[in-house]
Nanobody
Framework: VQLQACGGGLVQAGGSLRLSCATS????????MAWFRQAPGKEREFVGG????????RYADSVKGRFTISRDNAKKTVYLQMNSLKPEDTAVYYC?????????????????WGQGTLVTVSS
């Protein structure tokens, strides 16, 4: 399975962006998917996740109410709608997928990673 993230860019504080992560392979509909981000000098952190069937989502407290993760299994794509962006949201955003349906957010539990897309929020 290959993941290709896109949609990053430069946006002013308060603005919106939508990230997309397109996947190859036949197994997308069975994968839990998530978005992580890594700011300069910081560790990679969880942003939001969605179960394989789309019936459950979870978010980091820092983005709750502003970001929405969704998926289209027919298009084999997961999305991250980001609203009310803040300068502290500036980071490289990565999509990830895994075949195991567990609650752990440990980075090592994710089987597949995209290449990352840069989001820069100016103040």
């Amino acid at each position: 399975v290959q993941l290709q993230a896109c949609g990053g860019g430069l946006v002013q504080a308060g603005g919106s962006l939508r990230l997309s992560c397109a996947t190859s392979g036949r197994t997308f509909s069975s994968l839990d998917m998530a978005w992580f981000r890594q700011a300069p000098g910081k560790e990679r952190e969880f942003v939001g996740g969605i179960r394989w069937n789309g019936d459950s989502t979870r978010y980091a407290d820092s983005v709750k109410g502003r970001f929405t993760i969704s998926r289209d299994n027919a298009k084999k794509t997961v999305y991250l709608q980001m609203n009310s962006l803040k300068p502290e949201d500036t980071a490289v955003y990565y999509c990830a997928g895994r075949s195991s349906h567990i609650a752990s957010l440990w980075l090592g539990s994710w089987d597949y990673w995209g290449q990352g897309t840069l989001v820069t929020v100016s103040s």
